[in-house]
């Protein structure tokens, strides 16, 4: 199963992954029928979570049923437990959209809910982040995860993110960021993808962030603030979840 998900995940083009894996998906979560663990976002249960990975297989990770991975349903209970996100309107800006938190997030905000990508099937704007086609002040929140190590210019499009935030306003911008690793490191004259994958650990990023990547956040004129809530959360909740510790990087516009 391991494999045969890396070959999936690394040989079909992202934006065919997801509308597939939808289809695929709950036929194969009857193999893993259980109740050992619950997703949080679509509340089903399993024995365990599907491993998942590009090049190495996380165990107990993806959710058979809505495709979360573990830093869904952990921003899922971030927001749930410790912001007013699912209580509060506003005005969202879903960059990237995860299929598992839009019907969630359409049905809480209707209109004031906006997803915008280049690719993804599930965007309703086609949108480059680093040219975001709204003016200034526009949103309460935005969601930007997973994205940024794909981009060209990852600072503009951090700086286009706080120019159409509105002053209050708030953002979680996840990216993969390696520990121990001090310095963001990346080199435009890396084109190919297997050379991507060695540098970068996958062959679709181009860089690695490191420990700066905060600092990265601020230079565009955000206030950040980093939390591993997995470490805030008891034992019982992180086995039953299925989380792991990844940083929620949560930006702010004062």
Request: proline share 6%; charged share 25%; hydrophobic share 40%.
């Amino acid at each position: 199963m391991k494999r045969l998900i890396r070959i999936f995940i690394n040989h079909i083009p992202r934006k065919w992954i997801q509308p597939a894996a939808r289809l695929v998906m709950p036929a194969v979560g009857i193999f893993y029928a259980g109740r050992n663990v619950r997703c949080p976002i679509c509340r089903h249960a399993y024995r365990k979570f599907m491993p998942y990975g590009y090049v190495h297989s996380r165990e107990n990770a993806l959710c058979p049923h809505c495709l979360s991975l573990e830093r869904h349903r952990l921003l899922w209970l971030y927001l749930k437990n410790e912001t007013g996100f699912f209580h509060k309107p506003c005005r969202l800006l879903h960059i990237a959209p995860e299929r598992c938190f839009i019907r969630h997030f359409k049905k809480l905000l209707g209109d004031d809910y906006f997803t915008a990508d280049l690719e993804s099937p599930w965007a309703k704007i086609k949108m480059d982040v680093q040219h975001i086609p709204f003016g200034e002040n526009t949103f309460d929140v935005i969601f930007c995860n997973h994205l940024l190590e794909h981009v060209a210019d990852d600072r503009l499009a951090m700086r286009e993110m706080f120019r159409v935030l509105r002053p209050g306003g708030w953002g979680v911008m996840l990216s993969p960021v390696t520990a121990g690793k001090k310095e963001t490191y990346e080199d435009p004259s890396i084109t190919a993808p297997q050379a991507r994958l060695k540098a970068y650990g996958q062959s679709d990023h181009l860089r690695e962030y490191g420990e700066d990547y905060p600092d990265r956040l601020a230079g565009a004129g955000f206030h950040v603030q980093t939390v591993d809530y997995a470490k805030m959360l008891p034992a019982q909740d992180v086995r039953r979840f299925g989380l792991r510790s990844e940083m929620i990087y949560v930006a702010r516009k004062s």
